[in-house]
């Protein structure tokens, strides 16, 4: 029998190996009602270069995070930075 960690590290293995935007664009997509705008989760799925998803990757474990958190994080970052240089000009 396959423990936990082993589950983890196959199914792991399989997204860092395999497209998977076609299964995605052809799933069934459920809005979920119930939350305030402000904090309701929305997908993107974006493809990056390998180079620049591995960064992202060793980042996010280094800081102890899942690779999506870091990203959200730096994004969120991002756009207060854009924010505040707007409000300032």
């Known amino acids: 029998m396959m423990s936990d960690k082993d589950n983890l590290a196959e199914t792991a293995e399989y997204y860092d ?8 664009q052809a799933g069934e997509w459920t809005r979920h009602e119930g939350k305030h705008a402000e904090t309701a989760m929305s997908g ?3 493809r990056l270069p390998t180079a620049v998803l591995n960064d992202a990757r060793a980042i996010a474990r280094a800081r102890g995070m899942a690779t999506g958190a870091w990203i959200r994080e730096v994004i969120e970052l991002a756009a207060v930075e854009e924010y505040q240089q707007r409000r300032a000009s």
């Open 17 to 24: 190996t395999h497209d998977i935007s076609a299964d995605m």
């Open 44 to 46: 993107f799925n974006t």
